[in-house]
Protein backbone atom coordinates (compact mmCIF):
# COMPACT_ATOMS: atom_id res chain seq x y z
CA UNK A 1 0.00 0.00 0.00
CA UNK A 2 1.28 3.51 -1.10
CA UNK A 3 0.28 6.76 0.41
CA UNK A 4 -0.15 8.68 -3.11
CA UNK A 5 -2.99 5.67 -3.91
CA UNK A 6 -5.30 6.82 -0.95
CA UNK A 7 -8.18 9.15 -1.17
CA UNK A 8 -7.74 10.57 2.16
CA UNK A 9 -6.11 9.83 5.31
CA UNK A 10 -6.39 10.39 9.11
CA UNK A 11 -3.27 9.41 10.75
CA UNK A 12 -3.95 8.23 14.54
CA UNK A 13 -1.30 10.58 16.03
CA UNK A 14 0.43 11.02 19.65
CA UNK A 15 3.37 12.95 18.56
CA UNK A 16 6.07 10.13 19.69
CA UNK A 17 8.32 8.94 16.45
CA UNK A 18 6.44 6.45 14.99
CA UNK A 19 3.02 8.80 14.39
CA UNK A 20 5.09 12.13 14.20
CA UNK A 21 7.04 10.39 10.82
CA UNK A 22 3.71 8.88 9.52
CA UNK A 23 1.80 11.70 10.00
CA UNK A 24 4.84 14.15 8.34
CA UNK A 25 5.12 12.00 5.59
CA UNK A 26 1.11 11.62 4.62
CA UNK A 27 0.81 15.36 4.76
CA UNK A 28 3.82 15.54 2.17
CA UNK A 29 2.37 13.11 0.04
CA UNK A 30 -1.56 14.04 0.45
CA UNK A 31 -1.51 17.57 1.71
CA UNK A 32 -5.33 18.38 2.81
CA UNK A 33 -6.34 15.39 2.14
CA UNK A 34 -4.75 13.94 5.49
CA UNK A 35 -5.65 14.94 9.05
CA UNK A 36 -3.50 13.83 12.05
CA UNK A 37 -5.63 13.34 14.95
CA UNK A 38 -4.61 13.24 18.22
CA UNK A 39 -6.64 11.49 21.49
CA UNK A 40 -6.46 13.67 24.62
CA UNK A 41 -7.64 11.62 27.78
CA UNK A 42 -6.07 11.76 30.95
CA UNK A 43 -4.01 8.59 30.22
CA UNK A 44 -1.96 11.43 27.78
CA UNK A 45 0.73 13.45 29.61
CA UNK A 46 0.41 17.11 29.60
CA UNK A 47 4.03 17.23 28.44
CA UNK A 48 3.59 14.99 25.68
CA UNK A 49 0.07 16.99 24.39
CA UNK A 50 2.00 20.10 23.96
CA UNK A 51 4.93 18.57 21.96
CA UNK A 52 2.61 16.89 19.53
CA UNK A 53 0.46 20.10 19.00
CA UNK A 54 4.26 21.66 18.56
CA UNK A 55 5.64 19.77 15.98
CA UNK A 56 2.34 20.29 14.01
CA UNK A 57 1.99 23.78 13.87
CA UNK A 58 5.78 23.23 13.11
CA UNK A 59 5.10 21.99 9.92
CA UNK A 60 1.53 23.24 9.12
CA UNK A 61 0.15 20.09 9.36
CA UNK A 62 -3.73 19.77 9.79
CA UNK A 63 -4.52 18.23 13.05
CA UNK A 64 -7.44 17.85 15.07
CA UNK A 65 -7.47 16.74 19.15
CA UNK A 66 -10.82 14.81 19.97
CA UNK A 67 -11.60 13.16 23.12
CA UNK A 68 -11.63 9.58 23.79
CA UNK A 69 -13.69 8.34 27.25
CA UNK A 70 -11.05 4.63 27.78
CA UNK A 71 -12.12 5.32 31.23
CA UNK A 72 -15.24 5.70 30.97
CA UNK A 73 -15.23 1.32 29.83
CA UNK A 74 -14.91 -0.87 32.95
CA UNK A 75 -12.78 -3.48 30.93
CA UNK A 76 -10.15 -0.56 30.58
CA UNK A 77 -10.27 0.60 34.34
CA UNK A 78 -9.74 -3.37 35.39
CA UNK A 79 -6.56 -2.83 34.15
CA UNK A 80 -5.57 -6.24 32.82
CA UNK A 81 -3.45 -7.63 30.19
CA UNK A 82 -6.19 -6.57 27.42
CA UNK A 83 -6.10 -3.41 28.43
CA UNK A 84 -4.37 -1.66 24.79
CA UNK A 85 -6.94 -3.64 23.25
CA UNK A 86 -9.59 -1.47 24.95
CA UNK A 87 -7.86 1.94 24.56
CA UNK A 88 -6.97 1.19 20.60
CA UNK A 89 -10.81 0.33 20.12
CA UNK A 90 -12.26 3.52 21.91
CA UNK A 91 -9.56 5.32 19.74
CA UNK A 92 -10.77 4.06 16.45
CA UNK A 93 -14.19 3.82 17.14
CA UNK A 94 -13.88 7.31 17.89
CA UNK A 95 -12.02 8.15 14.66
CA UNK A 96 -14.69 6.09 12.76
CA UNK A 97 -16.94 8.65 13.74
CA UNK A 98 -14.93 11.13 12.89
CA UNK A 99 -13.74 9.57 9.53
CA UNK A 100 -17.28 9.91 8.05
CA UNK A 101 -18.59 13.23 9.27
CA UNK A 102 -15.73 14.90 7.43
CA UNK A 103 -15.34 12.24 4.07
CA UNK A 104 -11.60 10.63 5.23
CA UNK A 105 -12.10 6.94 3.82
CA UNK A 106 -8.74 5.88 5.63
CA UNK A 107 -7.33 5.38 9.23
CA UNK A 108 -3.58 4.23 10.01
CA UNK A 109 -1.26 4.19 12.97
CA UNK A 110 2.23 3.99 13.79
CA UNK A 111 2.89 0.48 14.56
CA UNK A 112 6.70 -0.28 13.05
CA UNK A 113 8.03 -3.85 12.28
CA UNK A 114 9.61 -4.33 15.76
CA UNK A 115 5.80 -4.17 17.35
CA UNK A 116 4.89 -7.04 15.11
CA UNK A 117 7.17 -9.35 17.84
CA UNK A 118 5.81 -7.94 20.84
CA UNK A 119 2.91 -8.00 23.06
CA UNK A 120 0.77 -5.14 22.06
CA UNK A 121 -3.67 -6.30 22.04
CA UNK A 122 -3.44 -2.92 20.52
CA UNK A 123 -2.85 -4.61 16.78
CA UNK A 124 -6.24 -6.71 17.57
CA UNK A 125 -8.01 -3.59 17.71
CA UNK A 126 -6.30 -1.66 14.70
CA UNK A 127 -7.60 -4.88 12.16
CA UNK A 128 -10.69 -5.42 13.54
CA UNK A 129 -11.14 -1.64 12.33
CA UNK A 130 -9.43 -2.15 9.38
CA UNK A 131 -6.73 0.54 10.37
CA UNK A 132 -3.35 0.47 7.80
CA UNK A 133 -0.06 -0.31 9.31
CA UNK A 134 1.83 1.82 6.42
CA UNK A 135 5.60 1.81 7.95
CA UNK A 136 5.12 -1.96 8.94
CA UNK A 137 3.88 -3.36 5.93
CA UNK A 138 7.10 -1.58 4.59
CA UNK A 139 9.00 -3.69 6.90
CA UNK A 140 10.30 -0.22 8.95
CA UNK A 141 12.08 -0.81 12.25
CA UNK A 142 12.04 1.61 14.86
CA UNK A 143 15.75 2.70 14.15
CA UNK A 144 14.87 2.93 10.89
CA UNK A 145 12.34 5.44 11.22
CA UNK A 146 14.38 7.57 13.83
CA UNK A 147 16.91 7.85 10.82
CA UNK A 148 14.55 8.71 8.31
CA UNK A 149 12.97 11.55 10.81
CA UNK A 150 16.56 13.13 11.65
CA UNK A 151 17.31 12.92 8.10
CA UNK A 152 13.90 14.98 7.57
CA UNK A 153 14.59 17.15 10.47
CA UNK A 154 11.92 15.99 12.27
CA UNK A 155 12.24 17.12 15.79
CA UNK A 156 11.00 13.84 17.17
CA UNK A 157 13.37 11.59 15.67
CA UNK A 158 15.08 11.22 18.80
CA UNK A 159 12.31 11.32 21.42
CA UNK A 160 12.40 8.79 24.40
CA UNK A 161 9.27 6.40 23.97
CA UNK A 162 6.46 7.78 26.07
CA UNK A 163 3.49 5.35 25.86
CA UNK A 164 -0.06 6.18 27.47
CA UNK A 165 0.52 6.48 31.54
CA UNK A 166 -1.66 4.15 31.77
CA UNK A 167 1.50 1.29 30.98
CA UNK A 168 3.04 2.27 34.30
CA UNK A 169 0.16 0.86 36.37
CA UNK A 170 0.91 -2.67 37.45
CA UNK A 171 -1.78 -5.34 35.98
CA UNK A 172 -5.46 -5.81 37.96
CA UNK A 173 -4.91 -2.23 39.69
CA UNK A 174 -7.52 0.09 39.05
CA UNK A 175 -6.66 2.95 36.46
CA UNK A 176 -8.61 5.65 37.50
CA UNK A 177 -7.88 9.70 36.77
CA UNK A 178 -5.66 9.97 39.70
CA UNK A 179 -3.96 7.42 39.79
CA UNK A 180 -2.93 8.49 36.23
CA UNK A 181 -2.04 11.75 37.66
CA UNK A 182 0.29 10.05 40.32
CA UNK A 183 2.26 8.78 37.86
CA UNK A 184 2.06 11.99 35.21
CA UNK A 185 3.63 14.18 38.08
CA UNK A 186 6.19 11.53 39.96
CA UNK A 187 7.38 11.52 36.47
CA UNK A 188 7.73 15.12 35.74
CA UNK A 189 9.65 15.66 39.04
CA UNK A 190 12.33 13.19 37.47
CA UNK A 191 12.95 15.22 34.31
CA UNK A 192 13.15 18.38 36.49
CA UNK A 193 16.44 16.81 38.04
CA UNK A 194 17.77 16.12 34.35
CA UNK A 195 16.41 12.11 33.71
CA UNK A 196 15.10 11.63 29.96
CA UNK A 197 14.48 8.14 29.63
CA UNK A 198 12.50 6.98 32.53
CA UNK A 199 9.47 4.98 33.96
CA UNK A 200 7.83 5.35 37.24
CA UNK A 201 5.74 1.94 37.60
CA UNK A 202 2.68 2.33 40.14
CA UNK A 203 2.54 -0.64 42.57
CA UNK A 204 -0.01 1.39 45.50
CA UNK A 205 1.52 3.12 47.54
CA UNK A 206 5.29 1.88 46.41
CA UNK A 207 6.58 3.61 42.94
CA UNK A 208 8.97 1.89 41.34
CA UNK A 209 11.74 3.95 39.05
CA UNK A 210 13.26 2.68 35.73
CA UNK A 211 15.76 4.85 34.63
CA UNK A 212 17.83 4.23 31.51
CA UNK A 213 21.31 2.63 32.33
CA UNK A 214 23.49 5.16 30.74
CA UNK A 215 21.64 7.80 33.28
CA UNK A 216 21.46 5.35 35.86
CA UNK A 217 24.86 6.63 37.43
CA UNK A 218 23.31 10.07 38.31
CA UNK A 219 20.99 8.61 40.39
CA UNK A 220 23.12 7.02 42.65
CA UNK A 221 24.20 9.32 45.34
CA UNK A 222 22.23 10.26 48.16
CA UNK A 223 21.75 13.67 47.23
CA UNK A 224 19.83 12.37 44.20
CA UNK A 225 18.32 9.42 46.24
CA UNK A 226 16.57 12.22 48.74
CA UNK A 227 16.06 14.56 45.46
CA UNK A 228 14.26 11.35 44.03
CA UNK A 229 12.26 10.28 47.28
CA UNK A 230 10.86 13.75 47.94
CA UNK A 231 9.84 14.17 44.34
CA UNK A 232 7.65 11.05 44.19
CA UNK A 233 6.62 11.38 48.07
CA UNK A 234 5.67 14.42 47.03
CA UNK A 235 2.96 13.00 43.99
CA UNK A 236 1.39 10.73 46.70
CA UNK A 237 3.30 7.54 46.96
CA UNK A 238 4.88 6.50 50.48
CA UNK A 239 7.47 4.33 49.28
CA UNK A 240 10.20 4.65 46.47
CA UNK A 241 12.42 1.89 45.10
CA UNK A 242 15.28 2.88 42.09
CA UNK A 243 15.21 -0.56 39.87
CA UNK A 244 19.24 -1.87 39.83
CA UNK A 245 17.65 -3.14 36.41
CA UNK A 246 16.78 0.43 34.80
CA UNK A 247 14.44 1.64 32.00
CA UNK A 248 13.24 -1.80 30.31
CA UNK A 249 10.13 -0.75 27.99
CA UNK A 250 6.95 -2.94 28.88
CA UNK A 251 8.65 -4.11 31.85
CA UNK A 252 5.14 -4.70 33.61
CA UNK A 253 4.26 -7.55 30.59
CA UNK A 254 7.22 -9.77 32.49
CA UNK A 255 4.82 -10.69 35.46
CA UNK A 256 2.07 -11.89 32.68
CA UNK A 257 1.66 -15.77 31.73
CA UNK A 258 3.38 -16.92 29.16
CA UNK A 259 0.36 -18.48 27.70
CA UNK A 260 -0.77 -14.44 27.98
CA UNK A 261 2.73 -13.10 26.13
CA UNK A 262 2.39 -16.16 23.60
CA UNK A 263 -0.92 -15.03 22.10
CA UNK A 264 0.60 -11.66 21.12
CA UNK A 265 -2.28 -9.79 19.59
CA UNK A 266 -4.89 -12.67 18.79
Not at 245 to 255: A, E, I, K, M, Y
Amino acid sequence: MRLEQLDSLMVAYSGGVDSAYLAATAHRVLGKRMLAVLADSPSLARRDLEQACEFARALEMPLRVIATEELDRPEYRRNDADRCFHCKDELFTVMGALGEKLGFANIAYGMNADDTRDFRPGQRAAREHEVLAPMAEAGLTKAEIRTLAKAAGYSPWDRPAAPCLSSRVEYGRAVTREVLSQVEQAEESLRKLGFRELRVRHHGELARVEIARAELPRALTMEMFDAISAGLKGAGFKYVALDCSGFRSGSLNDLLPAEVLARRDT
